[in-house]
């Protein structure tokens, strides 16, 4: 069963405009990830946030965090064509072999 | 990705017929993971591994057997295929604290005819 559902499942967005999907979960966790596919490739890190903070940053990408309405959400700023690609949150509940639930993804397509 | 391989990257195989799959990484992380990725349902963990000999199973893992027998190697095994195991299957790793996230091999594109 899926951990996180991500919304929207698609999105399509013109070149400079922001991109907002969400992300909600069901249990506790220690963390929340984000990541990347570009079509046909594996999967690639964005951003780490902990149970304990509240958003966290890393060059266009903002992401929040609030607990008690177990969600997230990434936002990419300034869009690009080249952010064309699947996004995927995975949430860790500190178990013991580190592993990681995902979400069934939202589809990002940023048109020139 | 740097660091971790999979191979083969394409396999078309007939049903019934054994089928292994194989992850390598050079990067000496302890855990190891194997995903499958299909529409409609994101990823889901098969087996994981957290050191050499110590696998345990994961959310689907009827129908697939894993080995680690040395740190940068972990095998995915399908003993008996079967169409519903047409799939892309990803590896993982991570190290100790996981606080860097998870590094994936480009995938196996796997098709059961």
């Known amino acids: 069963s899926q951990q996180g559902e991500e919304d929207p499942q698609a999105l399509s967005i013109q070149e400079g405009e922001n991109a907002t999907m969400n992300c909600s979960y069901k249990?506790?966790?220690?963390?929340l990830q984000w990541y990347r596919q570009n079509s046909g490739r594996g999967l690639v890190h964005l951003i780490l946030?902990?149970?304990?903070?509240r958003e966290k940053h890393s060059g266009r990408l903002r992401v929040t965090l609030d607990t008690s309405k177990k969600s997230s959400s990434l936002l990419i700023t300034a869009s690009r064509a080249a952010d064309t690609a699947s996004y995927f949150c995975?949430?860790?509940?500190?178990?013991?072999?580190?592993?990681?639930?995902f979400g069934g993804g939202t589809r990002l397509m940023v048109k020139p | 990705d740097a660091g971790i391989t999979q191979s083969p990257r394409h396999k078309v195989t007939e049903t019934g017929t054994p089928v292994t799959l194989r992850c390598h990484q050079t990067?000496?992380?302890?855990?190891m993971y194997w995903y499958r990725q299909d529409p409609g349902h994101g990823l889901r963990l098969i087996h994981y591994?957290?050191?050499?000999?110590?696998?345990d199973k994961g959310e689907v893992s009827d129908g697939y057997s894993v080995s680690r027998s040395k740190t940068e190697d972990f095998l995915l095994t399908l003993e008996s295929a079967t169409s519903s195991q047409t799939s892309v299957y990803f590896c993982?790793?991570?190290?100790?604290?996981?606080?860097?996230?998870?590094?994936f091999g480009s995938g196996t594109r796997l098709t059961v005819v």
């Open positions: 995975a949430t860790s509940d500190n178990n013991a072999g580190n592993m990681l639930t």
């Open positions: 249990t506790s966790i220690n963390n």
């Open positions: 946030i902990r149970s304990n903070e």
């Open positions: 990067e000496n992380h302890r855990y």
């Open positions: 591994s957290y050191g050499v000999k110590d696998t």
């Open positions: 993982a790793i991570t190290g100790d604290r996981a606080v860097y996230g998870y590094t």
